[in-house]
């Protein structure tokens, strides 16, 4: 299975919502990212997890929040966002963090297409 | 700020026809990958290129690196429709990773 699954595909919220992003991967990689990308944009990384713990955070608003629960699963918590955190949000995962092993190839989840109203 | 940026931004072509688009960088680098994103989808690695390497070949795709000029290229040959999607470079130093600014390939059937 080599396949990084992400639910749900499209989230409408308001700002007062709270909402979480899913993404699992079953390839027994032992990174995994998520990254934010606005339209005709490169994606943007927001927070890396490398065996279960958070060891990048590209100065990311509190307003998101990442959990790891176990080695396949990796969440987002969203919590009073604002319009302009409407985005694509892509998780990607590789079998170890790309700081320790540079050639780390990612494999990306298809996105959660977000809009904050 | 952006480590990475391409050109062109847009490029379209007739099936058939290669397609070549090229990525510049800022720092030096461990390895420098391209990807492929279709329409608003997740992306899709393609190569991998070392720091030590100048040139890699996988099917119709062709790399080359300069590590002089802090520059890759992508060459796609005999072009498909299917091939009709964004291209980004991304360059990894150790310390950050980042995505270039990308060039969205259109393969005109």
């Known amino acids: 299975d080599t396949e990084v699954t992400q639910t749900p595909k499209h989230l409408v919220m308001g700002m007062t919502n709270k909402k979480s992003l899913k993404c699992e991967q079953h390839m027994g990689h032992r990174a995994m990212y998520w990254y934010k990308q606005k339209a005709k944009k490169p994606p943007e990384l927001m927070f890396v997890y490398s065996y279960e713990k958070l060891s990048i955070n590209e100065s990311v608003p509190s307003r998101f929040s990442p959990e790891c629960p176990n080695s396949s699963l990796l969440n987002l918590h969203l919590h009073a966002l604002q319009p302009e955190d409407s985005a694509l949000y892509l998780c990607?995962?590789?079998?170890?963090?790309?700081?320790?092993?540079?050639?780390?190839?990612?494999?990306f989840g298809p996105g959660t297409r977000l809009l904050v109203l | 700020s952006q480590q990475g940026e391409e050109d062109p931004q847009a490029l379209s072509i007739q099936e058939g026809e290669n397609a070549t688009m090229n990525c510049s960088y800022k720092t030096s680098i461990n390895n420098l990958q391209w990807y492929r994103q279709n329409s608003g989808r997740g992306l899709v690695h393609l190569i991998l290129i070392r720091s030590n390497e100048r040139e890699k070949h996988s099917g119709r795709l062709r790399v080359t690196l300069d590590t002089s000029k802090k520059s890759s290229s992508l060459l796609i040959t005999a072009s498909r429709a299917a091939d009709t999607a964004s291209y980004f470079c991304?360059?990894?130093?150790?310390?950050?990773?980042?995505f270039g600014t990308g060039t969205s390939l259109t393969v005109i059937p």
């Open positions: 990607a995962s590789s079998q170890d963090n790309w700081v320790a092993d540079s050639q780390e190839t990612q494999y």
């Open positions: 991304a360059t990894d130093n150790g310390n950050q990773f980042y």
